[in-house]
């Protein structure tokens, strides 16, 4: 019999259990904690790409002649430390900066926030501000902790309503859809969907025999005064649950103030939904025994991501729907990795733990067991690092991410980290980023290395790695403890004994994680926090207290802010993104899954029939889309799955990114990006451009 190897899906942050035969094969783990041996189309597919002929199989410099050559770890090694003690020297710490990647282990992501702030600096950061920064800001601030205040199961088993805003978790997070949200409609909950697109998830919860699903298909950018006539309506009919409100929380006068001249009917056509829907849905959520929020990208991914969600929280807390099972606020986090990134410091203001960096105190805690002076003032964020390239900031140490697709107004971001001193890429596969490298170093897949994860409901698993593919790739993990090493010295804080040893350091530091051992981790993992040893981890949070400094909720009454470009005579629609089942983020392992690819080979974008014959658009048409930006060709998708004046697409393909289009404004606070709004325009092949006047 074939040996199998139990370890987690490196793709969303469900988190679930797949198995990997010694022959380099997937196979289900059947008993795995999260998905009970259930996987999407995604996970089915995770090995196709670990052998994959592009995989980066040596260390490569850039030469005088402009190309990237092959070099031994020893010089790429040697160029790096070099580079970044010069860079240290002529221009400072602040000089530098540093990408974490949420696809890899929190040994790794530890790793380099340390050797971020023992260079000098903490302008460290992960893609978490790509899609949840103003989620974690808004939940720390008003509830206490950046993460699901719930666990999957226990949604399932206890909510009664599950009001999903902003989230498509049927192709965004399947099995979570399909084994918990899915099972939990079946079993008697209703759904409340808001979302501009009809999508996979609208038609999972479309269950024959029942209506307990309704979809409020709202403007892009609307999210705040829909759930303005929602908390409205909660208080014009005395939903509200004073004795929480009143035990738990402050700031509701704030909110009643804030809707006092509040003109219910104006919002709702602001948002492009019937009154009379929302205020049944409003009546549907508060009057449930369990209602849980669900929230995601389209949310958080705006100007005003922060009050998005805080929004969202006033809702739970108005009606008393936290600290319990099947309530709360919930992030459904999209890479595998993401949470636990943050977990273990990989952000400019926080140490592990979500620790603010500019706290004397918690700052000294750590530097205790460092054994050096961490930077006290916060750094910047990955947006603000790549606006700064080429400027203050003259180095960049990029493991396993791809900013170039990543990151909004991709064009300019390409034209800035060109104008870097040195660039250094860490990756499994050569990305659109590696063009610009100056030194590129071959990282072993997920399959090939073990460490901890965290999924989206706070689980910490372990993953276990089976042999190294390509002989000459190394562990990030390897790589960072021997850049660490060259350039702090043998007893500079980078000698370990592999993640085992790494994790028992985090440990120290990380009093979230303070509780767990790779031992007691086990096969099931442990929810965080988990304090002490022997702790079983909390599957939901805020059973007696918030962890806020007065261990309230906090309540805040916020307006509307439409989003920063809207639509106008040249860029008449508006455009908003999100992911396919089928491909992840920016398609660095997906686009190279025979399985995956043939699914979607190449990106679309949806329009509203009304708009296909207003320009010219026939299904199946390859049009280009412009905005102030930039421009891509895409295939034309002519559907009532998205709502007249707004069309959607992906990021997931180099060659036609929605990247290419989306707004690099920033949320003052998280300085998240505003992917989810950018106006457009629409030009068929030989046809009318959508700036054509109307006749």
């Known amino acids: 019999?074939?040996?199998?190897?139990?370890?987690?899906?490196?793709?969303?942050?469900?988190?679930?259990?797949?198995?990997?035969?010694?022959?380099?094969?997937?196979?289900?783990?059947?008993?795995?904690?999260?998905?009970?041996?259930?996987?999407?189309?995604?996970g089915g597919a995770a090995m196709e790409v670990v052998e994959h002929e592009d995989r980066l199989k040596v260390p490569q410099i850039r030469g005088d002649d402009g190309e990237l050559h092959e070099a031994t770890w020893d010089e790429a090694y040697g160029l790096i430390v070099d580079e970044m003690e010069r860079i240290r020297d002529e221009h400072g710490p602040d000089a530098m900066g540093f990408f974490g990647c949420s696809k890899a282990t929190n040994e790794e992501n530890y790793l380099l926030q340390k050797l971020a702030r023992r260079y000098g600096t903490n302008n460290v950061d992960n893609c978490t501000r790509m899609c949840h920064a103003s989620t974690v800001y808004a939940l720390r601030r008003s509830l206490g902790a950046g993460a699901m205040t719930n666990s999957m199961r226990d949604l399932m088993e206890s909510a009664?309503?599950?009001?999903?805003?902003?989230?498509?978790?049927?192709?965004?997070?399947?099995?979570?859809?399909?084994?918990?949200?899915?099972?939990?409609?079946?079993?008697?909950?209703?759904?409340?969907?808001?979302?501009?697109?009809?999508?996979?998830?609208?038609?999972?919860?479309?269950?024959?025999?029942?209506?307990?699903?309704?979809?409020?298909?709202?403007?892009?950018?609307?999210?705040?005064?829909?759930?303005n006539v929602v908390l409205k309506t909660i208080l014009e009919n005395d939903w509200v649950d004073e004795e929480f409100v009143e035990a738990r929380t402050e700031g509701f006068d704030h909110l009643v103030e804030t809707l006092g001249d509040f003109d219910a009917a104006a919002a709702a056509d602001i948002c492009g939904v019937p009154l009379e829907d929302i205020e049944r849905a409003a009546e549907v959520y508060a009057t449930a025994e369990n209602a849980a929020i669900f929230t995601g990208m389209g949310m958080s991914q705006h100007t005003c991501g922060v009050d998005n969600v805080q929004n969202e929280i006033n809702l739970a807390l108005i009606t008393g729907n936290v600290g319990r099972p099947g309530t709360g606020v919930n992030?459904?986090?999209?890479?595998?990795?993401?949470?636990?990134?943050?977990?273990?410091?990989?952000?400019?203001?926080?140490?592990?733990?979500?620790?603010?960096?500019?706290?004397?105190?918690?700052?000294?805690?750590?530097?205790?067991?460092?054994?050096?002076?961490?930077?006290?003032?916060?750094?910047?964020?990955?947006?603000?690092?790549?606006?700064?390239?080429?400027?203050?900031?003259?180095?960049?140490?990029?493991?396993?991410?791809?900013?170039?697709?990543?990151?909004p107004d991709a064009n300019e971001v390409e034209k800035r980290l060109a104008e870097l001193e040195?660039?250094?890429?860490?990756?499994?596969?050569?990305?659109?980023?590696?063009?610009?490298?100056?030194?590129?170093?071959?990282?072993?897949?997920?399959?090939?290395?073990?460490?901890?994860?965290?999924?989206?409901?706070?689980?910490?698993?372990?993953?276990?790695?089976?042999?190294?593919?390509?002989?000459?790739?190394k562990d990030d993990l390897d790589i960072l403890a021997e850049?660490?090493?060259?350039?702090?010295?043998?007893?500079?804080?980078?000698d370990f004994d592999g993640p085992e040893a790494v994790f028992e350091e985090l440990r120290q530091v990380c009093p979230i994680y303070y509780g767990?051992?790779?031992?007691?981790?086990?096969?099931?993992?442990?929810?965080?926090?988990?304090?002490?040893?022997?702790?079983?981890?909390?599957?939901?949070?805020?059973?007696?207290?918030?962890?806020t400094p007065n261990g309230l909720g906090h309540i805040e009454g916020v307006r509307h802010q439409p989003p920063k470009e809207v639509p106008d005579d040249e860029y008449p629609l508006i455009l908003t993104t999100a992911r396919l089942i089928e491909h992840y983020n920016t398609g660095t392992m997906s686009r190279r899954s025979p399985t995956l690819n043939r699914q979607h080979p190449e990106n679309f974008v949806d329009v509203h029939p009304a708009d296909a014959e207003r320009y010219g658009v026939a299904d199946g048409d390859t049009v280009t889309l412009r905005s102030r930006r930039g421009e891509i060709e895409v295939r034309a998708q002519v559907t009532e799955d998205i709502k007249e004046g707004t069309v959607w697409t992906t990021p997931h393909f180099a060659a036609s990114s929605a990247n290419r289009l989306t707004n690099d404004v920033l949320d003052e606070r998280a300085k998240i990006p505003e992917y989810k709004a950018a106006a457009v325009a629409i030009e068929a092949s030989g046809g009318d451009s959508a700036t054509a006047a109307d006749d």
Not at 373 to 402: D, F, Q
Not at 429 to 456: C, H, I, K, M, Q
Not at 522 to 531: A, D, N, Q, R
């Open 1 to 42: 019999m074939t040996e199998q190897t139990n370890t987690i899906c490196p793709y969303c942050g469900v988190g679930c259990g797949i198995a990997i035969t010694e022959d380099m094969r997937f196979a289900p783990w059947g008993d795995a904690p999260v998905n009970e041996g259930r996987i999407c189309i995604k």
């Open 160 to 227: 009664d309503v599950l009001w999903i805003q902003g989230a498509n978790p049927a192709e965004q997070h399947p099995i979570a859809n399909s084994v918990y949200f899915r099972q939990a409609v079946l079993e008697g909950a209703t759904v409340i969907q808001i979302d501009p697109h009809a999508n996979k998830t609208t038609r999972s919860f479309d269950i024959e025999g029942t209506e307990r699903h309704q979809h409020l298909q709202v403007e892009p950018g609307t999210d705040i005064p829909l759930l």
């Open 331 to 407: 992030p459904l986090r999209g890479q595998n990795n993401v949470q636990g990134t943050c977990d273990v410091g990989a952000m400019p203001n926080t140490l592990p733990g979500y620790q603010n960096v500019e706290d004397d105190e918690l700052r000294a805690a750590v530097e205790d067991v460092w054994g050096f002076e961490v930077p006290p003032k916060a750094g910047l964020t990955n947006v603000e690092i790549s606006h700064e390239a080429g400027r203050s900031i003259k180095g960049l140490y990029v493991m396993g991410e791809n900013p170039i697709m990543s990151e």
């Open 422 to 473: 040195f660039l250094v890429v860490q990756d499994i596969f050569p990305t659109d980023t590696v063009a610009y490298a100056d030194v590129v170093l071959p990282a072993t897949s997920w399959a090939e290395r073990g460490g901890t994860v965290a999924n989206t409901d706070r689980r910490v698993q372990l993953m276990r790695g089976i042999d190294t593919v390509y002989e000459n790739t």
């Open 483 to 494: 850049v660490g090493t060259r350039l702090f010295g043998a007893d500079g804080g980078f």
């Open 516 to 547: 767990m051992t790779y031992d007691l981790l086990g096969t099931e993992g442990i929810h965080w926090p988990c304090l002490e040893p022997g702790d079983e981890g909390d599957p939901y949070l805020y059973e007696d207290a918030f962890t």
